[in-house]
Structure formats: C-alpha cells, structure tokens
C-alpha cells in the first residue's frame, strides 16, 4: 500500500464518523415510509455492525430503556407459542465463527392468560424453563414495584397479569446490578 494511499483511508473508528449520519438518514427515511405494522429490520443490524448500538430495545411489548454498553449483534427470533402463552424474544450475541458465539443478553417477553398471579407465573415458568437445580436459586425480587424472581444470571417478573418478562444475561461480562440497572429501565410499550 503507498504511503498516499495509507493516509487517506480512513481508520475504522473515522469510518464508523462518517458513516454515523448516514445510517440516521437511513433509519429516518425507513422509518418515515414503513407501514405502521411493519418494523424496518435492516437499520439495526446495520447499525449493529459498525457498533453504533441503540440505547433501548423493544422486545413485545416492553421497551428496555437502558442496555448495557458492549453488547454484540442483536438476533429477534421469530414469535412462538407454547402451552397458551406467546413469547417474543431478542437475543444479542458476541464472538466470530472462528472463536465462538456466547450470548450477551436474552430477553424474553410472555403473553397469556394463564400468567395472571405471581404464583401462576412462577410455577408455570419454572417448570416450562426447565433449568437444572444446581444451576439456579431463585429468590424474591421486585421489577419497578411488581413481583418477580431472580438468581445469578436471570431475573423473571409479571409486569401485570397476562404478560411477563425474563431476562438473563452474561454474568461474567456484567454484574447482577447491570441486570437489574436493565430490568429497572423497562416500560410497557403498548
């Protein structure tokens, strides 16, 4: 490479400069001529890849107000239903196909009428989840004001009867006061 031609390609931190506002025009544009049912999918992950990472989430019918910094790509599975309840999730992920993927965070918002108490949640969640004893201690928690649970990784709450929330993230890249920083920021969307 010439010494011209060094000097004059910009370094990925003056590309991720430059292409900043061209990626809000995107978005104001996408955003501005999507319907009002459809989500424009593409900015995110463009976004994503140049690590301009949004400050909040929409998962369902939550929106996360304060993500943690340093998350990888955001994936949205599809929408799925299983045993009366309907769930939406995101999952941002870290890694390469060299080195591996780990998963930084997992949100997961649930909808349905036999999440109507706390003790219908818990019970119903716990068992659905199906994770190991040794690998879980769930103890009593509070999500701005509503009753939840909550071991080293994840937490589960019902934000009002018929729709509830589970998030877990990756403990040794953040602490239990980043999820709870995380789970404390959320609002009900809809």
Known sequence: MSVLARRTAPSPSRRRLLLAPLLFALAVLTL??????????????????????PASATVGDLTF????????????????????VDFVASV????????????????????????????????WF?????????????????????????TRDQIFWLVRPGLAASVTIDVPRWSAAALRRLVNSSVVSN
């Open 126 to 150: 716990i068992e659905y989840q199906q994770r190991p004893a040794d690998e879980v201690d769930y103890r009593r928690a509070s999500v701005r004001g509503a009753p939840g649970w909550i």
């Open 92 to 123: 941002w992920e870290s890694g390469s196909d060299r080195a591996g993927w780990s998963t930084d965070l997992h949100i997961t918002v649930m909808t349905g009428d036999r999440l109507n108490s706390p003790r219908a949640l818990h019970d």
């Open 32 to 53: 501005t001529s999507t319907s009002a049912g459809a989500a424009p999918a593409a900015v995110p992950a463009v976004a994503d890849s140049i690590g301009c990472r």
């Open 65 to 84: 107000r304060r993500l943690p910094a340093g998350l990888g790509a955001r994936w949205d599975g599809p929408p799925y239903s299983y045993d009366d």
